[in-house]
């Protein structure tokens, strides 16, 4: 039987501890899917880009490819960006197949992996009652709503689950309420402390911005932040669901309050429109050119690598 592939769709980090980060995962993938051919993409600023991932495997004879989106929420990356990107890789290859799975959403493997970030937190502190404590949950944010509001559900999920006096969402940027917004309100509260859990996989230019941001703060509670996911044996088995939903025909995305299918209240002129990618100007711009397909590795890559242009 011809071997099958899984591509690993990422979306770049312009950090290296980030890029890093995610190589590590990737490692771990290959070991876990070892009957794969387990390759991975970045959908702007790292190499390799998907178009050069499929290629690779395309010349080690892989003809049907399962991408797995390393994406949390629904937002336009996992809506329009990899879905435009695989749509356009497929056409190139008349004999390929290329089938994608849903990012990883509201997943009980998140919410389990969120209260062991929360538990790890609290060991390191002196004990507080729960009841005297907000959860912070950090979204990336996006221009969606139906994205945001995944994370809103799994924010309920999870500090009623673990009995929070108050659970509320901010965001890194582009939805409301950022960080910067959210921190005064939260400390008019007066709880005694604010548990922050950034809903990330890695770290990164976003995350560090959050731990910076939490930790000038000047306020009356005590505000700590647990990790990110990382590559916890949580996130693997989420991935799993994901590969086993590919494999078996059922990776639907939940459409049922898409703003590009239905008139969603505030965003009405997303309705029909064109989902179409809009990463092309920074498709590739940063780190890692040795890993482009084809590509010679010479003075001026390791010079261009060592600047990090």
Known sequence: MTKKGILLCGHGSRTKSGTDAFKSLIELLKKRYSDYEVDYGFLEFNHP???????RMY??????IYALPVILFAG?????????EMNTIQSYYPDLTIKMGRHI?????????????????????SPIDRKDCC???V???????????????LACIIGEGMGFGFTTVAYSGTAYPAIPEA???????????????????FTGILLQRVIQQLNNFEGNSQYVCTAAFGTDELILQAFDERLEEIINGTANMNCQ???YRKQIVGVEHCQGLEQVGHHLNVRGVLFEEDEKVGEKKGLLVAFKKALGI
Request: overall charge neutral.
């Open 257 to 259: 309050l898409c703003k």
């Open 139 to 153: 979204g990336r944010g996006t221009t969606d709503p139906d994205a945001n509001s995944d994370v809103h559900k």
């Open 135 to 137: 959860l912070l949950v």
């Open 59 to 64: 010349q080690k004879g892989i003809r049907e």
């Open 49 to 55: 880009v998907y178009e050069a991932a499929v290629e």
């Open 76 to 84: 336009s990356h996992a809506k329009n960006d990899i879905p435009y």
């Open 183 to 201: 921190l005064p309100r939260v400390d008019r509260l007066g709880f005694e402390r604010v548990i922050a859990i950034p809903f990330f996989f």
């Open 105 to 125: 959403g509201v997943s009980s493997f998140l919410v389990e992996l969120a209260k062991k970030r929360v538990l790890e937190t609290e060991a390191e502190r």
